[in-house]
């Protein structure tokens, strides 16, 4: 079993900033990859952001040079901070991760950008 503890989540300002945190812990041997997915009401999950364990990173086109996804692989602990946000941002955020070929979920944290 796999078990996060999500924060950072909350009511932010359009223009404004985020920082959400994410720690696995568990029956964890060795994480191959971790990040974030979101879910708008009404819509699919879809990516933001990952990173490996390499500390290679991927991001999702409508985030690029906004949001920064970072790692302490010594805590698993993986971090997004997220700076000009916009409405469209507003969304419950969910942390992953990837061990052994299988994906583990967090439970979510919401984020809503609203003036």
């Known amino acids: 079993q796999v078990q996060f503890v999500e924060s950072g989540g909350g009511l932010v300002q359009p223009g404004g900033s985020l920082r959400l945190s994410c720690a696995a812990s568990g029956s964890i041997f060795s994480i191959a990859a971790m990040g974030w997915y979101r879910q708008a009401p009404g819509s699919q999950r879809d990516f933001v952001a990952r990173?490996?364990?390499?500390?290679?990173?991927n991001y999702a086109d409508s985030v690029k040079g906004r949001f920064t996804i970072s790692r302490d692989n010594a805590k698993n602990t993986v971090y997004l901070q997220m700076n000009s946000l916009k409405p469209e941002d507003t969304a419950v955020y969910y942390c992953y991760a990837v061990l052994s070929g299988r994906s583990y979920w967090g439970q979510g944290t919401q984020v809503t950008v609203s003036s």
């Open positions: 990173i490996f364990s390499s500390g290679t990173t």
